[in-house]
């Protein structure tokens, strides 16, 4: 049997279930006149028509892809969903009315142990049913299902409540039931926003895959540089994904289609709930970043958006595979703190929305300093220049400075250095070579706000 079909076959036994259980509350509820057990009854009822609801849904969801439909049918059980969703806030309002009811008309309605036993009987029915239909729900990967599951378990806490309210109008206590009532309330309305809100990110195409799980599982087919702008929508079992993958650009169009197929199939098979894969093929006109060179020049990006800069920046990769960003920000030494620190927030907030890798960021505020040497002096540039050489080549070897550029940009400095050294050289030593000279380069010379450090091998 397919999924669709053992889906249906759960839905009705479910249904048969309810049914029963609905008339014999309807039974005992206007046997005794007990208004709770009436309430609960046409609650049951309510649950009957979830069930006849997710039927219809999942029988239009089964039908093939078509002209109107070229994406199949699947969001019809998601709106079948979303009406069981639905179906729980009428739940929830019925049981208010019945509270108000109870306390504007009190009622003391007879009630045997016989009735009081009937109704504990439906109880262990209906926890039968949620654990058979989560159990089926998990199994067949089915929203529905779980849905439909989630709707039966408030019944559990209703039949408790109407149980409760019996026992304590035989022993002459009402008001125990609306206490109850109150707290079922509750619990339905959590459970009807949980299902909304997965339903709603289903209906508007909420991401629903990793694009970095997507875009690792590209880039490892032979003959893919590298993959970037991966996008996912649908639900979690049932996944459309798109994604673009560089080529090398002299690859025929045979070679090229090859590829691209090898991707989708690949995607198809090694990430889970993946229905469809589309692949943008494009040339390739560089050298593919590394993942640290595309975070980097993101933060650069959102940084400058706002206007500030950035420098020290460094990435730790944790144990989990996500980044944390340290890093310095520039901003005018005019600000308060509280404005420099709004800026900086609202900088990690970006750079944490746009990478959802990066976990954490924390920023080091620093002031933009005002002292501007005269730009009409003409020996300060070249002064400047000497001593920044000098200090240079005392970290990294005589002669080791070269093409030094100093930039007046609204009334402050910034230097760019050039610095040779041994194309053996590890890179993690190059890389703290850099840090210390900019290091020394603040230190003394407090008239740099910015000092750009570019170690190279000899030409």
Known sequence: MTRSQLTRRVLLIVLGLNVLITIVKLIIGFATGALSVIADGFHSIIDSSSNIIGLLGLWVASRPPDSNHPYGHRKYETVATLAIGGMLLLVSWEIVQSIIARLTAPAAPEVSPLDIAIMAATFVVNLAIVLYETQQGRALHSDILLADAAHTRTDLFVTVSVVVSLIAARAGFGWVDLIVAAGVVVLIVFAAYDILKRTSYILTDASVINP???EKTASAVP????????????????????????????MSTAQAHAIASEVERRLQSEVPGVVDAVVHIEPATGAPPTEWEAIT??????????????HDLHIHEEKSGLYCVEMHVEVPAALSLGEAHAIADTLERRIRQAMPRIDC?????EPLR???????DPTQPDALESRIREITDSVTGAGAAHDIQVHHISGHIAATVHVTQS?????????????????????????????VVHIEPPE
Not at 229 to 248: E, L, N, P, Q
């Open 212 to 214: 970095y799980l997507i």
């Open 223 to 250: 003959g893919v540089r590298y993959a970037h702008r991966a996008r996912s929508r649908g639900a979690a079992d049932s996944a459309y994904i798109d994604v673009h993958v560089k080529v090398d650009p002299a």
């Open 297 to 310: 020049v993101r933060i650069r990006a959102e940084a400058d958006a706002l206007g500030v800069g950035v």
């Open 361 to 365: 960021v924390t920023t080091h505020i």
């Open 370 to 376: 005002d002292t501007v040497p005269d730009e009409d």
């Open 423 to 451: 194309a053996a050289e590890p890179l993690t030593a190059a890389h703290a070579l850099a840090e210390e000279v900019e290091r020394r380069l603040h230190a003394n010379l407090p008239q740099l706000n910015r000092v």
